[in-house]
């Protein structure tokens, strides 16, 4: 890897940073950007995943704020992250790519229009009693869903973030930014198992992944400022933007 080389991973490490603090998808920056360097899709797939996670730390760093008094939400939600992600970590490893990957673009998709229909539906769980009724709350159906979300986003994880945030719209109604904020500690939780994993028994590129980590780090922190300033319309219609565009990417590619 030459000067060119890490100078061309850091910039796409930190703009998927960025990108994962506002919506997620970030990976669809940096997992091509190790692609063109000649790392094999494997080892490009691991590598960004060890890569990214301090992007995701930098998120909640930023957001700490808003974390405050979620902290049962996320102890609540762990073991549905760490059974995901150490099943989907295995899955990566163990198996090819090419069947589970043929499913990403219409799970985005999908992700989408739930975002878009997240006030009708959000108003449906409730009267149906699926929605938390309290601040503590985490209702059941949360629970299968993140399970679902880890094993995909330990697997792969591009648009990660658009399903875990169009889940607790659902299911964890709060304000957009405290939702925001959530999706990124349970992002964080995921990719820290699967990196564990990774770590021990994939084909890291480690030389790769140290120029991606510290610029995808500074990429999460300041990628709040980003979703502060969008607000909760701006935070929607760039997540519903950004999602269509991804899966586009990937029924191309």
Same mark, same amino acid.
């Given at each position: &890897? ?14 998927? %940073? ?9 990976? +669809? ?5 190790? !692609? ?25 760093? =930023?957001?700490?704020?808003? !974390? ?8 609540? &939600? ?5 059974? #995901? ?13 090419? *069947? /589970? ?7 985005? @998709? ?6 878009? &229909?997240?006030?009708? !539906? ?11 009724? #309290?601040?503590? $709350?985490?209702?059941?159906? $949360? ?17 990660? =973030?658009? !399903?875990?945030?169009?889940? @607790? ?9 405290? $939702?925001? *904020? ?18 021990? /028994? #994939? ?6 992944? *140290?120029? &991606? ?9 300041? =990628? ?6 969008? %607000?909760? %319309?701006?935070?929607?219609? *760039? ?11 990937? +029924?191309?590619?």
């Amino acid at each position: &890897m030459d000067l060119l080389d890490a100078g061309f991973l850091a910039a796409a490490a930190f703009a998927a %940073g960025a990108i994962n603090a506002v919506a997620g998808g970030g990976s +669809l920056v940096s997992f091509p950007a190790l !692609l063109a360097v000649g790392v094999p899709s494997k080892a490009a797939n691991v590598t960004n995943t060890v890569a990214l996670w301090p992007g995701y730390l930098g998120g909640s760093l =930023g957001y700490r704020n808003e !974390l405050q008094r979620q902290r049962k939400r996320v102890m609540t &939600m762990l073991p549905a992250c760490v059974a #995901g992600a150490i099943a989907g970590s295995i899955i990566l490893l163990e198996t090819p790519e090419s *069947a /589970f990957d043929a499913f990403v673009p219409y799970l985005i @998709l999908f992700a989408c229009g739930v975002m878009a &229909m997240q006030d009708q !539906l959000s108003a449906f769980a409730r009267r149906h009693r699926l929605a938390a009724t #309290g601040e503590d $709350s985490i209702p059941w159906m $949360s629970q299968i869903a993140v399970f679902g979300m880890s094993v995909y986003g330990a697997y792969f994880g591009a648009g990660l =973030g658009i !399903l875990l945030l169009a889940m @607790l719209t659902i299911f964890v109604p709060d304000d957009i930014q405290r $939702s925001n *904020a959530l999706k990124g500690m349970l992002s964080l939780l995921i990719n820290a198992i699967a990196v564990v994993y990774f770590a021990f /028994f #994939g084909p890291v590129r480690w030389g790769h992944m *140290a120029v &991606m980590a510290v610029a995808a780090l500074a990429g999460g922190y300041f =990628g709040v400022d980003i979703a502060r300033r969008l %607000g909760k %319309g701006g935070i929607r219609v *760039a997540v519903i933007a950004y999602g269509v565009f991804v899966a586009a990417v990937l +029924l191309i590619t």
